[in-house]
């Protein structure tokens, strides 16, 4: 059983990473292509997953795009309700593998690469879905969506996710 001093810094944390996630794309803003192509809510989800687990990872990847486009308008409700999913998948998959694959670097590496797998086919069965209800939907506009477009923010995650873990780890934020 976890203390109440470490519920309320989880409590703490989780709030700073969805804060993060919020914040973060209007760093892109005024370039929506860039933002799409950095994924700048992305990176705060996947770190909430290995900083906090998978039950933080999965409540802040899916509140993330719903409350950015309740608060913000943006992304529009019918990218962020696929996102939600996708980024709920990632917060969810980097806890539970990180935890399952034991915490050395290496497993930081492959709990990042499965997770960021498993959340873009989430995201694809979420669009898939969204098809039977008059959205566009193509296996062409999965790859191009998931990968093709997304490979900027796909290397900058693979580079700052695993240093960050790292970087708190050494530092004794995360265990």
């Known amino acids: 059983m976890r203390s109440g001093h470490s519920s309320l810094r ?4 989780a709030a700073l990473f969805l804060s993060l996630g919020l914040m973060l794309p209007f760093l892109t803003a005024q370039i929506p292509e860039i933002g799409s192509m950095l994924l700048p809510m992305h990176i705060p989800v996947l770190l909430c997953g290995f ?3 998978w ?3 999965l409540a802040v990847g ?4 719903l409350f950015r486009t309740l608060l913000f308008s943006m992304p529009p409700l019918l990218t962020a309700l696929p996102m939600a999913f996708e980024l709920a998948a990632y917060g969810l998959l980097t806890g539970l593998l990180y935890r399952l694959l034991g915490r050395k670097p290496l ?3 492959l709990s990042l690469i499965l997770a960021m797998l498993g959340g873009r086919l989430i995201w694809g069965v979420a669009r898939f879905v969204m098809f039977f ?3 566009e939907f193509s296996l062409p506009l999965f790859i191009a969506g998931a990968f093709t477009n997304a490979l900027p923010g796909i290397l900058l995650q693979l580079v700052l996710i695993p240093a960050l873990v790292l970087a708190l780890r050494r530092l004794k934020v995360m265990d």
């Open 107 to 109: 497993s930081v590496y």
């Open 133 to 135: 209800f008059g959205t």
């Open 62 to 65: 899916i509140i993330t795009p």
């Open 10 to 13: 989880d409590l703490v944390l």
């Open 55 to 57: 039950r933080w990872g």
């Open 51 to 53: 900083v906090l687990g």
